[in-house]
């Protein structure tokens, strides 16, 4: 009975707890400006995922190969919702400004070009044939690994609204298919294409 006593009156105890709040520094850090393309891919692709002081605690001796290797594993492993494009666009940028690659290297002034050249990220004037490449869709759908693009246009052909319903399974991937980082406008035109590859 006693220990009983006991037990209520250490229940009856209230013990008041101070409630601690930590405010974090906000969070200053910018990536060094380049007149490079990737700079601003980079400026708006980056912080969706993580910290810019992320690419600081990256060696400083990186080449171009190492940075690409990086940027595909954020997009491949991690979901990072950029094309395959955009990330050797970025890689070239983060390779000369963080790294051991000059402006001047010849992959870099290649990839500089096409990135200046490349209009696939504009709705209204989409090269296809950019997005099946950067998106590596033809490396499954070309040969014997999945369905041709010929074939996959000839599942949807003749049925209602062909063109959404792929656009979506496009857009929304599938079973042993990577969900793709593209957006309506993009899915909805590779479905047109494969459609009309269909018809060929």
Request: aromatic letters at 6%; glycine letters at 8%; proline letters at 5%.
């Amino acid at each position: 009975m006693r220990f009983l006593l006991i037990i209520l009156a250490l229940c009856s105890l209230t013990v008041k707890a101070e409630i601690v709040s930590i405010t974090l520094p906000m969070d200053n850090t910018k990536l060094k400006p380049s007149t490079l393309p990737g700079y601003g891919l980079a400026q708006s692709k980056c912080h969706l995922c993580h910290s810019v002081d992320y690419v600081m605690y990256q060696p400083p001796e990186m080449d171009l190969k190492e940075w690409t290797g990086e940027m595909y594993k954020m997009r491949n492993a991690y979901g990072a919702p950029i094309s395959m494009g955009e990330a050797k666009v970025i890689a070239a940028y983060l390779s000369v400004v963080y790294g051991s690659a000059k402006e001047t290297d010849a992959e870099i002034i290649a990839l500089t070009k096409l990135a200046s050249t490349k209009k696939i990220y504009q709705p209204d004037n989409l090269d296809v044939k950019s997005l099946l490449s950067d998106n590596d869709c033809l490396t499954c759908h070309k040969d014997s690994k999945g369905l041709s693009l010929k074939e996959i246009g000839a599942k949807y052909e003749g049925t209602d609204n062909a063109v959404d319903r792929l656009g979506v399974a496009i857009k929304s991937g599938g079973l042993g298919m990577p969900k793709p980082p593209i957006n309506r406008h993009e899915s909805e035109a590779i479905a047109k294409y494969i459609l009309g590859e269909s018809t060929k």
